[in-house]
């Protein structure tokens, strides 16, 4: 079974469940946001739920991936201020559209040309963060900036 | 199909939604051994067309599964469940300036969202649900925040319209 086809299928499976949950509406996902609506947060706490017994008790197994092969496995990160400050921004971002990545893919696929606004954003702005990280990490060269502490790993590299 | 399309006009149970989606992230480490993300989908993308990655990878393909299964949900549902319009910002910004007013809006929204996605190593799915699945302090800190900033920023704007 190719890596592509099962991504595609469980891609599918979670299009299909956003668009049925109405996630693709931004009016929906507003009253979510105005609080009168609990939808969101009751769908959200079930999914963090399921997925942290489901995930614990794969690796309590000793599961392979199916796929791939490896032992599953996975690691955490410790809390460090980009994660605060992009969240942040995330979320002003987030109230403006009344949509996030994966319904604005579903709107797309809905006929809502709109979420071409959106999409063209998302995109400017993941450069916009590449280049920030790329001109951060070339600056070590120079004397003044090539304290150890500033030698991060590339955050993109982490990006789920 | 009509009852098909009558089934899937109204949302399921929370709960139930929750259910499949906190499946579905099992589902991706089960077999891939990767963490759910949809903005992954988008970087992937961006930097393969970018020339920064020699390949789109898995993010990618999930990212089209996405836009596949949101159409075949509209096919079967027989139309779109998204309004007509724009919601707030179709309603509140009206007359010939709508598309390059409501156009500018979404495109910022829109930068915002892959910015401050891509710092805080995750979207909604990526650490809203997958992340905090897994037990990740990041992920818990940055969906409390975005939680709270897309609120507190909901509301002002609600106040600003109305």
């Keep these: ?43 959200m706490g079930t999914a963090v739920a399921v997925g942290f017994v489901g995930v614990r008790a794969l690796r ?13 496995s996975w690691t955490t990160s410790g809390v460090e201020r980009r994660h605060l400050v992009g969240a ?73 | 199909m009509k009852r098909v399309s009558d089934l899937l006009v109204t949302r399921p149970p929370a709960f139930v939604l929750g259910a499949v989606l906190g499946l579905i992230v099992v589902a991706v480490l089960a077999t891939l051994n990767q ?30 599964g996405v836009f596949g299964g949101s159409l075949l949900f509209s096919a079967l549902a027989g139309g779109s469940t ?5 919601g707030w910002l179709t309603r509140t910004f009206t007359g010939d300036w709508q598309v390059l007013v409501v156009g500018v809006l979404l495109l910022l929204g829109g930068v915002l969202i892959g910015y401050g996605a891509k710092a805080a190593g995750g979207c909604t799915s990526g650490n809203g649900i997958c992340g905090t699945a897994l037990g990740s302090p990041a992920s818990f800190a940055a969906t409390a925040t975005f939680m709270a900033t897309a609120i507190a920023v909901t509301f002002a704007i609600d106040s600003l319209i109305t």
């Design chain 2, 35 to 64: 963490r759910l993300g949809v903005l992954g989908g988008y970087s992937a993308v961006v930097e393969r067309l970018s020339g920064r990655a020699p390949s789109f990878g898995w993010r990618a393909s999930f990212l089209l």
């Design chain 2, 82 to 86: 998204v309004g007509a319009g724009y």
């Design chain 1, 88 to 160: 942040a921004i995330f979320g002003v971002g987030w109230a403006v559209t009344d949509a996030c990545p994966a319904p604005i893919a579903g709107q797309l696929a809905q006929g809502t040309l709109w979420s071409l606004f959106t999409i063209a954003g998302v995109a400017i702005g993941i450069v916009l963060f590449l280049r920030g990280e790329e001109r951060r990490l070339a600056r070590p060269a120079t004397p003044r900036a090539s304290a150890p502490s500033q030698a991060r790993p590339l955050a993109s590299a982490q990006t789920p």
């Design chain 1, 1 to 43: 079974m190719s890596v592509r086809l099962v991504a595609i299928a469980l891609g599918g499976l979670f299009g299909f469940a956003i668009s049925w949950g109405q996630f693709t509406d931004p009016d929906r996902i507003r009253e979510m946001l105005l609080l009168e609506d609990a939808y969101l947060y009751v769908m």
């Design chain 1, 60 to 72: 309590r197994m000793g599961t392979r991936a199916l796929v791939t092969g490896e032992p599953v």
